[in-house]
């Protein structure tokens, strides 16, 4: 498989035009990744362009490709979230990593109760930044068209505010209901929004929040997943029911 770069704006590029690698990802390319001139590459912009071609010249500083091919791939409907409480460690960093590999779309960044992890107003900007560089990378090395949004840092509130447009899953270890059995389907258009709490679990007066906002509680399996795998675990089980998979 062709090893796969990102553009800034590659929106007009056609079918023999040529376009330029610039910046770090023409130094990952040339010094990294050791492409040579006359390798087939990929490049896309990460909002849907994916374009096949030939690199011409291959430095540090400038990697120049001629488009072989293209192909502009329309973004997924329904569009799968990860609601992902902050998390110790690099836990919540593992499932942002996983779930963006496994197809998510966007990605929340969630200020749970219980979270040992706490973002501030000074942290939650350097937080979302270091979340999108974990994205971007997983993206292109999962060759994804679309790289996931990455939203600001989000309260319950803000958070079960979400419902009145879309369906909010809340992964619950003690739900009476598995997330096989919500019938969730491909032809309704709204996000399916997954919710998956810190280390501690979901407090008590969250899950009333979300209960409120129409939230559906369920369960992965009899076991309790980490909160780095609940994620990516829920998220395979959804894209198999909305037929991505």
């Known amino acids: 498989m062709a090893l796969h770069f990102l553009l800034d ?3 007009g590029a056609r079918v023999g035009d040529a376009v330029t690698l610039t910046g770090s990802e023409a130094h990952h390319a040339a010094a990294v990744r050791r492409v040579r001139s006359g390798e087939q590459v ?14 011409e010249a291959v430095t540090p500083r400038e990697v120049v490709v001629r488009i072989t091919h ?5 973004a997924a409907t329904p569009r799968i979230v990860l609601a992902q409480a ?5 836990r919540d ?3 942002v990593q996983a779930a963006t590999e496994l197809g998510v779309d966007e990605i929340v960044p969630w200020q749970a109760a219980r979270s040992i992890s706490r973002w501030d107003s000074a942290k939650a900007e350097k937080g979302r ?11 292109k090395q999962a060759h994804r068209a679309w790289i996931p949004d990455v939203a600001a840092l989000e309260t319950t509130a803000a958070l079960a ?24 389907r491909a032809d309704d258009p709204r996000d399916v929004i997954l919710v998956v ?23 992965l399996g009899d076991t309790v997943l980490r909160t780095s795998t609940a994620g990516p675990a829920a998220l395979a089980v959804v894209s198999a029911a909305l037929h991505r998979w």
């Not at 293209?70 to 329309?74: A, E, G, L, S, Y």
């Not at 505010?161 to 969730?184: D, F, K, Y």
């Not at 810190?198 to 369960?219: C, H, M, Q």
């Open 9 to 11: 704006d590659p929106t």
């Open 42 to 55: 990929t490049v896309g912009d990460g909002r849907g362009a994916w374009l096949t071609g030939e690199c």
């Open 70 to 74: 293209r192909i502009d791939t329309p």
């Open 86 to 90: 902050l998390a110790k460690g690099d």
């Open 93 to 95: 960093e593992l499932a």
């Open 129 to 139: 930044t270091r979340w999108a560089s974990i994205v971007r990378e997983a993206a």
């Open 161 to 184: 505010g979400r419902g009145a447009a879309s369906v909010i899953v809340v992964l619950e270890p003690t739900a009476p209901r598995r997330l096989t059995e919500l019938g969730l």
């Open 197 to 219: 709490g810190p280390e501690g679990g979901i407090a008590p007066e969250e899950l009333e929040a979300f209960g409120r906002s129409g939230a559906t509680l369920a369960r």
